[in-house]
């Protein structure tokens, strides 16, 4: 079940990006085993269902005693991988930091998660998804002309830049070890991961064609083709035409003279918008989606978190699924022959056993 299927990883839990990425490698059909504070309070303070904890067991611990920290030390004699999301220089202190693991276990892959990294001036400051992206430079490049920057929610740092190049750098370093029979430290640091996503953007500044200046350029609300407008029912249509052939079919649709709206006259820019928003206020969303979305216009409704699912192209492709009661994203990315799945956990002590440790 899953193209991980037979790799063990111990997630030592946390919030954020370390949750996340063991969902990843659980959704690929890792052995995941998730060890916890019994005390540890719930995600912003809201008790509910644990979706990110998908597909793997829990098992309390508590790493002040040393019963505790012997469990963690004999699971990761079994384990391929171990993450963590601790500050630095925290799990040395409880005896459980890389050196004292990879001596035990040389095959180990160590993922280590963290705001600002392993090392460096502000490697031991406490922050947040917003802090790690304002450092890296990305949450300057997202506002509109003349406002105040917007966070996109906490995606691009926690998850994006975070949690997702803990897994991969995890798969690379377990890929890695079958060659070679070692193990290593992954430094998975959420300021590098973020400023990694921005690599376009500074690729297109070195060639002159980004400005600093947000909401001036095509992908930051500068351009009128690449927007999101209001409709006259308080939705909203998202408009991605950056090629010249959907941004012509674009025009077509909306009954405008190509003449009088040339794509790449800049100067123009905030007069087309204008006229854009003006005529997107005439129907509603819906009624614009039935016109537009069929066509290679680029233009699509902006759906909701609680209409996402409903939309005929994600039943279709099964991209949402319900599991324990809950509506959900299906595993991504999708392979055709170790198909993976959200998977029902063993029970605590029956994932203990299965890694050949009877607690009694």
Same mark, same amino acid.
């Given at each position: 079940?899953?193209?991980?299927?037979?790799?063990?990883?111990i997630?030592?839990?946390?919030?954020?990006?370390?949750?996340?990425?063991?969902?990843?490698?659980a959704?690929?059909?890792?052995?995941v085993?998730?060890?916890?504070?019994?005390?540890?309070?719930?995600l912003?303070?809201a008790?509910?269902?644990?979706?990110?904890?998908?597909?793997?067991?829990?098992?309390?611990?508590?790493?002040?005693?040393?019963?505790?920290?012997?469990?963690?030390?004999?699971?990761?004699?079994k384990?391929?991988?171990?993450?963590?999301?601790?500050?630095p220089?925290?799990?040395e202190?409880?005896?459980?930091?890389?050196?004292?693991?990879?001596?035990?276990?040389?095959?180990?892959?160590y993922?280590?998660?963290?705001?600002?990294g392993?090392?460096?001036p502000?490697?031991?400051?406490?922050g947040?998804?917003?802090?790690?992206?304002?450092?890296?430079?990305?949450?300057?490049?997202?506002?509109?002309?003349?406002?105040?920057?917007?966070?996109?929610?906490?995606?691009?740092?926690?998850?994006?830049?975070?949690?997702?190049?803990?897994?991969?750098?995890?798969?690379?370093?377990?890929?890695?070890?079958?060659?070679?029979?070692?193990?290593?430290?992954?430094?998975?640091?959420?300021?590098?991961?973020?400023?990694?996503?921005?690599?376009?953007?500074? /690729?297109?500044? !070195? %060639?002159?064609?980004?400005?600093?200046?947000? *909401? &001036?350029? @095509?992908?930051?609300? $500068?351009?009128?083709?690449y927007?999101?407008?209001?409709?006259?029912?308080?939705?909203?249509?998202?408009?991605?035409?950056?090629?010249?052939?959907f941004?012509?079919?674009?025009?077509?649709?909306?009954?405008l003279?190509?003449?009088?709206?040339?794509?790449?006259?800049?100067?123009?820019?905030?007069?087309f918008?204008?006229?854009?928003?003006?005529?997107?206020?005439?129907?509603?969303r819906?009624e614009?989606?039935?016109?537009?979305?069929?066509?290679?216009?680029?233009?699509?409704p902006?759906?909701?978190? /609680?209409?996402? !699912? %409903?939309?005929?192209?994600?039943?279709?492709? *099964? &991209?949402? @699924?319900?599991?324990? $009661?809950?509506?959900?994203?299906?595993?991504?990315?999708?392979?055709?022959?170790?198909?993976?799945?959200?998977?029902?956990?063993?029970?605590?002590?029956?994932?203990?056993?299965?890694?050949?440790?009877?607690?009694?």
């Amino acid at each position: 079940m899953g193209p991980l299927k037979g790799i063990r990883i111990i997630e030592m839990a946390g919030i954020g990006p370390g949750p996340f990425a063991a969902m990843l490698l659980a959704d690929m059909g890792a052995d995941v085993l998730r060890l916890y504070r019994a005390d540890q309070p719930a995600l912003l303070g809201a008790a509910g269902p644990d979706v990110t904890g998908r597909g793997r067991a829990s098992v309390p611990v508590n790493l002040k005693e040393d019963d505790g920290r012997e469990l963690v030390l004999s699971l990761a004699d079994k384990a391929d991988g171990l993450i963590e999301g601790f500050r630095p220089g925290v799990m040395e202190r409880l005896g459980l930091g890389p050196d004292v693991l990879l001596k035990r276990n040389p095959r180990l892959v160590y993922g280590r998660m963290t705001g600002y990294g392993q090392e460096g001036p502000m490697s031991s400051v406490a922050g947040h998804d917003i802090n790690y992206i304002s450092l890296a430079g990305v949450l300057g490049a997202i506002a509109r002309h003349g406002e105040k920057p917007l966070f996109p929610l906490n995606l691009v740092g926690d998850y994006g830049g975070g949690g997702m190049f803990l897994a991969f750098g995890v798969v690379c370093g377990l890929l890695e070890a079958r060659g070679s029979g070692r193990g290593q430290v992954v430094d998975a640091a959420m300021v590098d991961g973020a400023a990694t996503l921005m690599t376009i953007f500074h /690729g297109l500044r !070195a %060639a002159g064609i980004w400005r600093d200046e947000p *909401g &001036t350029n @095509v992908l930051d609300s $500068g351009a009128h083709f690449y927007e999101v407008y209001e409709t006259s029912d308080g939705g909203h249509i998202s408009v991605g035409a950056i090629e010249p052939q959907f941004y012509a079919k674009l025009l077509e649709l909306l009954e405008l003279d190509p003449a009088e709206f040339p794509q790449w006259n800049n100067d123009r820019w905030p007069e087309f918008k204008q006229r854009f928003a003006e005529l997107f206020r005439t129907r509603t969303r819906d009624e614009w989606a039935a016109l537009l979305e069929p066509a290679d216009a680029c233009a699509t409704p902006v759906l909701g978190i /609680g209409e996402a !699912a %409903a939309h005929p192209h994600m039943t279709a492709r *099964g &991209t949402f @699924v319900e599991h324990d $009661g809950v509506m959900q994203p299906a595993p991504a990315p999708r392979f055709s022959r170790t198909v993976p799945e959200i998977a029902d956990p063993p029970t605590p002590d029956e994932a203990l056993r299965a890694w050949g440790v009877d607690q009694g």
